[in-house]
């Protein structure tokens, strides 16, 4: 009953949360004939109705859909404790989503073209991803930061992967070539050359010791990461070689081809075992479970395949899509099977059923900004809807929507007790709610142009807000006052943030220079300047003593925040630098 009831749940929670008596009209109308839930509650609907349509005999295998991106998805990657799934897109972004709810977590920007693969450093605190703009980026999936961008390959860059220790990067581009970086230093250490066609795909084996990459020159080849030079050289395939996996235990190596064949490997003698035929299109995508027992692959036949890797016999066919299959990934318990298509979506199997749950919706236009609640138990999100969100990050309910801005929201900040959000919005106001009520506490006025940001002291007892007025205003929250209005900048001011102890309070603006003010006075104490473009982001580090800025000029800078001088220019984007993290 328990899981029915989830499966009910999900699939008509976007419903019930706009319409609560739905769940006795539409929802319990519209669950399979099998629903337990629908069995139990079957005489609570109403007499009304009198029509029923007609419903499947159960629930599909799907388990969930995951809608966001606006354009195909290439691949996908669980973290290594499965608490994330990430996703990557022909919309330059990647999403890091809930893989158990399908709320999306956050999404990371920076990369100028399609996004092609991801991957996780094996303790989970280091994310690679690779692009057709002929570099690889590698990111801090806890703060969604980009540590630094690999520059090296001559062509686009089709996949990456880390060795099991984490100290190597492998990563295969269409210039032939497969190049080994230092992750920590972001130093190339070798580029293997072989191949004659572009190289799809790269995988370590379990131990390390092996590294195959498959290439558009039909073949697979073996290499030794540590010497660089190649071991084995595997051809049986009639066309290019899209994907190579090896099983957990490393004794098979599996290969999809455009010749919508599977083939499985002896990595060891470099023989051919078995070949998996059944596919009708050629085959974008494999993924080993877990414990080895099965080998999924997806194909341009819009189907996912599970197989028995032992045997070679298909062990059922997933169908569901409408476009063609890219990207697969078990989750580390391998509960879960997530499957990526050009239809824009992330579809969650459950593999040992061969059995979908729901779509999560709720917002009706892009999301500009989220935030949690201090003790983690809510996640606000404000959208270009005009409405905050108010949800369980746990189980992926919508507590509530608050609405009241006549303009996009475009921040949304809780106060360190929790008992308070604040949101900015385009209305040029700042709002107060009540995020347990959800009513609005106050409505903050007085800028003259739309508010950008909003930040709380770190003992509540201010509000600072930036907006495109050239100011900062500082606002009590309790009685909902404006204590002052900070003035100097000559251009929009995007960002306001606190030092850790509250003494300073720190302002980026487009006017380029970022400046440093006492709150209690409102005095400006330093003006910042060396940046050659808009400062988008200031970030104090957590003992306050060092201030970074980032700019539209392409650079980050760090400085003395109780000087104003700056120790150290950080160099080397090709963009601009959009967001910060101590």
């Known amino acids: 009953m328990s899981c029915d009831a989830v499966r009910f749940v999900l699939n008509f929670r976007s419903t019930i949360e706009i319409a609560p008596l739905q769940a006795y009209c539409s929802a319990l109308t519209l669950a399979p004939k099998g629903s337990l839930v629908k069995g139990q509650f079957w005489d609570n609907i109403p007499d009304w109705i009198n029509g029923h349509p007609a419903v499947p ?22 973290s290594p404790d499965g608490k994330l799934l990430l996703s990557t897109s022909g919309d330059k972004t990647i999403r890091l989503w809930d893989p158990t709810t399908g709320t999306c977590r956050a999404t990371l920007e920076g990369h100028s073209h399609c996004v092609s693969a991801v991957a996780f450093l094996p303790n989970g605190k280091l994310l690679a991803s690779a692009s057709y703009d002929c570099t690889v980026r590698l990111w801090d999936p806890a703060s969604g930061a980009c540590r630094t961008t690999l520059e090296g390959h001559s062509n686009c860059v089709s996949a990456v992967a880390f060795s099991p220790n984490g100290e190597l990067l492998a990563s295969a581009s269409y210039d032939y070539t497969v190049r080994l970086w230092n992750p920590t230093s972001g130093s190339c250490r070798a580029t293997l050359k072989g191949h004659s066609g572009t190289v799809i795909a790269v995988e370590f084996s379990p131990d390390g010791e092996l590294l195959a990459s498959a290439s558009k020159d039909k073949t697979v080849r073996l290499w030794d990461p540590t010497s660089g030079t190649c071991r084995a050289i595997l051809e049986g395939h009639s066309d290019s070689v899209i994907v190579v996996a090896f099983s957990p235990d490393g004794e098979h190596l599996a290969s999809a081809s455009d010749d919508s064949t599977v083939h499985l490997w ?3 003698s470099g023989t051919c075992r078995t070949t998996l035929e059944g596919h009708s299109s050629w085959v974008f995508a494999l993924a080993f ?4 027992k099965l080998v999924a692959s997806a194909s341009n036949d819009r189907t996912v395949r599970l197989w028995d890797p032992m045997s070679g016999a298909c062990r059922a066919t997933l169908e569901g899509y409408s476009c063609r299959v890219f990207a697969l990934a078990f989750s580390p318990d391998g509960r879960r099977l997530a499957s990526a298509s050009e239809d824009r979506t992330v579809r969650l199997w459950d593999p040992m059923l061969g059995t979908c749950v729901v779509t999560l919706e709720g917002h009706s236009a892009s999301l500009m900004a989220v935030a949690f609640s201090p003790d983690g138990k809510l996640l606000a999100s404000g959208s270009l809807d005009k409405t905050v969100r108010l949800w369980d990050p746990t189980l992926a309910t919508c507590h509530g929507t608050v609405q009241g801005h006549s303009d996009m929201v475009t921040a949304v900040e809780f106060s360190p007790d929790g008992k308070l959000l604040a949101s900015a919005s385009k209305d040029k106001t700042v709002r107060l709610w009540d995020p347990t009520s959800g009513t609005c506490r106050a409505t903050l006025e007085g800028h003259s142009d739309s508010v950008i940001a909003v930040a709380f002291s770190p ?7 930036a907006s495109d007025d050239s100011t900062v205003r500082l606002w009590d929250p309790t009685s909902g006052t404006s204590r002052a209005t900070l003035e100097g900048h000559s251009g929009w001011v995007h960002v306001a943030e606190f030092s850790p102890d509250g003494k300073l309070l720190a302002s980026a603006s487009w006017d380029e220079t970022v400046r440093l003010w006492d709150p209690a006075s409102g005095a400006c104490r330093a003006t910042l300047e060396g940046h050659s473009g808009w400062v988008h982001a200031v970030e104090f580090s957590p003992d306050g003593k060092l201030l970074a800025s980032a700019s539209w000029g392409e650079t980050v800078r760090l400085w003395d925040p109780t000087s104003g001088t700056c120790r150290a220019t950080l160099e080397g984007y090709l963009g601009w630098v959009n967001a910060l993290k101590f």
């Open 57 to 78: 005999a159960d629930w599909e295998s799907m388990l969930q859909v995951l809608e966001g991106h606006s354009n195909s998805v290439f691949k996908l990657a669980f």
């Open 266 to 268: 002896d990595p060891v």
């Open 289 to 292: 479970s877990p414990d080895g």
């Open 459 to 465: 003992d509540g007892e201010l509000l600072a807000s």
